[in-house]
């Protein structure tokens, strides 16, 4: 990121990313890449005691007021030490937050948010399908409104940090009937029976990161 570009208070950031970074053993990156740890269930666990993930969101929710340029330097300097480390990062703290935040209720924050900024437990995001994944609308997963639960059954693919998740943020249709942008919820969904997660990809340059499939019955 230009110096220029960067408050005094966003350097003091990209310090501490950099503070990271330097952290990070070696050997948990070459364990990474050969399979050996699965999730990087510690690096998220010490960028959480850091206070270095959800910057951008509310003090009140465990971020530290900041903006994008914020999040988007602490990418830069993470992502030395690979693609997937900020990938990671992100999932959780920005993709699944990010969503909690904008639009899930106190209740779900409380629950889902705050201990994930403290790197206590970790999230997944379950949008593409094996029939696709561009085609977001095309959606197949179902979630059936059971009046106080909802009954999902579905499929997806390539879910980083499926791996290490408490818990996923699932895209189904509630509604297949509706126009596409009317017929899919959002769901929070934790991990346990009828959750079955198989790491499975190895995919190059991304080991490590917990990429997985996921199957929701019922
Ligand atoms: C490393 C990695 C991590 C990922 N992590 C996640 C994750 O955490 N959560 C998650 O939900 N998904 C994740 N994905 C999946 C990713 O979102 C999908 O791969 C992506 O959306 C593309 O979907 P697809 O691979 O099924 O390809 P498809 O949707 O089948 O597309 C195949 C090709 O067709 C093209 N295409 C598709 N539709 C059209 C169209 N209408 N017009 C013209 N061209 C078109 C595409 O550009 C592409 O080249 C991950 C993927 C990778 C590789």
């Not at 206070?51 to 530290?64: A, D, F, S």
């Not at 935040?101 to 206590?120: A, N, Q």
Request: proline share 4%; with cysteine; aromatic share 12%.
């Amino acid at each position: 990121m230009f110096e220029f570009l960067l408050s005094e208070d966003q350097k003091k950031v990209r310090d501490e990313a950099e503070e990271l970074v330097k952290w990070v053993p070696r050997q948990m990156i070459l364990d990474m890449d050969s399979d050996k740890i699965k999730f990087p269930t510690e690096f998220l666990r010490e960028a959480g005691k850091r206070n270095l993930l959800g910057t951008r969101y509310p003090k009140c929710w465990g971020g530290r007021d900041m903006n994008w340029v914020t999040t988007a330097t602490l990418m830069e300097e993470i992502g030395t030490l690979g693609y997937i480390f900020s990938c990671v990062f992100g999932v959780g703290a920005e993709l699944v937050c990010d969503a909690l935040i904008l639009h899930g209720s106190d209740f779900l924050k409380e629950k889902y948010v705050k201990p994930l900024l403290r790197g206590e437990i970790f999230a997944a995001e379950c949008l593409t399908e094996p029939r696709g994944g561009s085609d977001f609308f095309g959606t197949s997963s179902i979630a059936d409104d059971r009046g106080d639960h909802f009954l999902l059954n579905g499929q997806k693919r390539f879910i980083v940090g499926a791996e290490g998740a408490d818990y996923f943020l699932v895209y189904a249709k509630t509604d297949p009937t509706a126009e596409p942008h009317k017929a899919l919820t959002c769901l929070v969904v934790d991990r346990g029976p009828g959750v079955d997660v198989k790491y499975v990809y190895g995919l190059m340059g991304c080991r490590g990161g917990g990429a997985g499939r996921i199957v929701f019955r019922g």
